[in-house]
């Protein structure tokens, strides 16, 4: 059998946990720009149809009172190690296909850990103990199948499809249900007159080819419940990408080559630190009527350096004809390869090729010093002297930050304490953390603005309702800027 372990509103789920003051409220996870969108919406947000992927403005008519928090990609990672950690306890071949979802193969794990349902139930069990959240499992004997049954009974739900229900599901499942099956393919589906993943057996493998290309192939065989991709758990990296929402539409060709390069930057630092180069380079863009495009080149040549990555990242989009202001700008590299693996070199001198070389040099230097002094040690002089970087770039923080390291001790430790040194932050639009230490102090890291840091120790001093503190030791660190919102830490 084969088990889908999909988080319950993952990102939402876990600001609620460590802010017990959320539970029960409509929250979303997204930045505080204009142009943000959705990450995450609680349940209790989705109940006012909002969902990911949805601007914020839209879901704050949607709902007036709803929560936005800004979330932390590092809290979420964390977590899901812990997660997938969890998952092999109970089989060698789990395959994570995203930060809150995993496949697991337990084929063979029977006589170990009991049947499906019961290592579902036990899975569930460990992760609620371990991290206080929520998740849904469906198990069945194909893949495909085990991922749909986990979305049948959300939230907290568990739902198992056994060999002799396949065909009645099969038969039942709506065909936009069926992984693959996008807006465009529904269209088609529709002048077909198929309703559901059954109907696709009236048409031979031929036809269905004409009609979806390759997938046409993949439908033929999910119809018939054939679906043979193995679970991996070394599933390699296909791609990096990475794109950012615009705090106001541009049209400048020179402050989207600012944003391309800040991108190619970021994309590239990411490609070199997993030891990975890469032949095909493409941008997206998204236009201010939220219309898209993608546009894609391959290489006659491996990269690796920011530089190279950027220079096509540029000719893509010069030779793209532009009509309408943008809002998004993305930068993705994809065909990746070790940098270990042998390539075939040249016999004559490539000075393009030369050129990516040098700058893969620049580019390591560059690295090692980021990766020690911070990600604002060095920048690209035209990224520094540009005011564009700063001035349209959604959810950065433009005003100057200090960061302050706090020793709290006396009579200030405890659920309550946390929960309104979390609020008092926040109001005061901090980043950073509190926790609890063995020897019954608190410690804390305020980051922000300086005024509403030095208002926070303010607040530290007299302490929350039922506390009582006796010092208070700030200390002035350097600002992290990882840290991109307040948490609770354990």
Known sequence: MILHVDMDAFFASVEQRDNPGLLGKPVIVAGHSKRSVVSAASYEARKFGIHSAMPVFQARQRCPHLIIQPGSREKYARDSRKIMAILRQFSPLVEPVSIDEAFLDITGCEKLIGTAEQTAKKIKAEIINQLALTCSVGAAPVRFLAKIASDMDKPDGLTIIF???MARVIDTLPISKVPGVGNKALVQMQSLHIETLGDVK???????????????????????????????????????????????????????????????????????????????????????????????????????????IFDQALHLYNNVKITKTIRLVGVGVSDLQDTKTPVQGSLFTDKAQLNSSQWEAVDRAMDSVLAKFGPDALKKANLKTRKFSHKYIGDQKVNPLCAVEVTITGRVQGVCFRHETNLAAQDRQLSGYVKNMPDRSVHAL?????????????????????????DVKPRTVSVDPALTHFEIRY
């Open 163 to 165: 060999q002799e229900d």
């Open 446 to 470: 305020f980051q922000g603005k300086q005024e509403n840091v030095q208002d926070m120790l303010a607040w530290c001093q007299k302490g929350s309702t039922f506390s009582e503190v006796k």
């Open 202 to 308: 009236k048409f031979d493998h031929k036809l269905l080819n004409h009609k979806f290309g390759s997938f046409g192939q993949r439908l033929f065989q999910l119809a018939r419940g054939i679906d043979d991709t193995s679970i991996e758990p070394e599933r390699p990296r296909k791609s990096i990408s990475g794109e950012v929402t615009l705090s106001r539409d541009i049209s400048n060709p020179r402050d989207v080559q600012s944003v391309l390069l800040a991108q190619a930057h970021r994309v590239g630092n990411e490609l070199r630190a997993g030891k990975k180069r890469c032949r095909k380079v493409s941008i997206k863009l998204k236009f201010s009527d939220f219309s898209q495009i993608t546009r894609t080149k391959t290489l006659d040549t491996w990269i690796c350096s920011s530089n190279a």
